[in-house]
T-cell receptor
Framework: KNQVEQSPQSLIILEGKNCTLQ??????????LRWYKQDTGRGPVSLTIMTFSENTKSNGRYTATLDADTKQSSLHITASQLSDSASYIC??????????FGDGTTLTVKP | DVKVTQSSRYLVKRTGEKVFLECVQD?????MFWYRQDPGLGLRLIYFSYDVKMKEKGDIPEGYSVSREKKERFSLILESASTNQTSMYLC???????????????FGAGTRLSVL
């Protein structure tokens, strides 16, 4: 069964610190991997999207990595801000268009 | 600016009621999706549509139906609401798949439905 596992389930860090969220998947065949940010009470918003040939992609203070061989991705947040408090969801898509969502990591940034 | 609008943020319904959840997108996207989001289960696809009057079952279609009469509007219907359908419902839209398209999905803000 295709799965997307995210860790940790939740994370609390102090403002200004860095953190890394993990996403491991077994989805096959692979087309792309996306990271979404979901603020409380809102819909998910796309942060990055990576295809098989892309190892690293940055979006401001967010940097996503992808190792398609080990089927692992990470989302690194630099110099965290209070507004980074949200759920971060990893989504893996097959070439046929089927998306499998991870359960998300809930990040809390404290002052 | 991309916009997916869900008609209600919160809904409270009684068991057995017929419930309509409406979603409108203004990006002329062909693809539209309905998900439900539950703690510990992530987002699960209920139904999707690749064109007007076209619909396909997702992973958990039981107890739901959909309607896509116009390109910009995708409705989710609970024919007879049950308590296990209490959930956050998210609508999304995207461009159609191509060989190289990355198909970013744009999500609405969600409708939190409580069935009592």
């Amino acid at each position: 069964k295709n799965q997307v596992e995210q860790s940790p389930q939740s994370l609390i860090i102090l403002e200004g610190k860095n953190c890394t969220l993990q996403c491991n998947y077994t989805v096959s065949p692979f087309s792309n991997l996306r990271w979404y940010k979901q603020d409380t009470g809102r819909g998910p918003v796309s942060l990055t999207i990576m295809t098989f040939s892309e190892n690293t992609k940055s979006n401001g203070r967010y940097t996503a990595t992808l190792d398609a061989d080990t089927k692992q991705s990470s989302l690194h947040i630099t110099a965290s801000q209070l507004s980074d408090s949200a759920s971060y969801i990893c989504v893996v898509r097959t070439p046929a268009g089927k998306s499998t969502f991870g359960d998300g990591t809930t990040l809390t940034v404290k002052p | 600016d991309v916009k997916v609008t869900q008609s209600s943020r919160y809904l409270v319904k009684r068991t057995g009621e017929k419930v309509f959840l409406e979603c409108v997108q203004d990006m002329d996207h062909e693809n539209m999706f309905w998900y439900r989001q539950d703690p510990g289960l992530g987002l699960r696809l209920i139904y999707f549509s690749y064109d007007v009057k076209m619909k396909e079952k997702g992973d958990i279609p039981e107890g739901y139906s959909v309607s896509r009469e116009k390109k910009e509007r995708f409705s989710l219907i609970l024919e007879s609401a049950s308590t296990n359908q209490t959930s956050m419902y998210l609508c999304a839209s995207s461009l159609p798949p191509t060989r190289t398209a990355k198909n970013i999905q744009y999500f609405g803000a969600g409708t939190r439905l409580s069935v009592l």
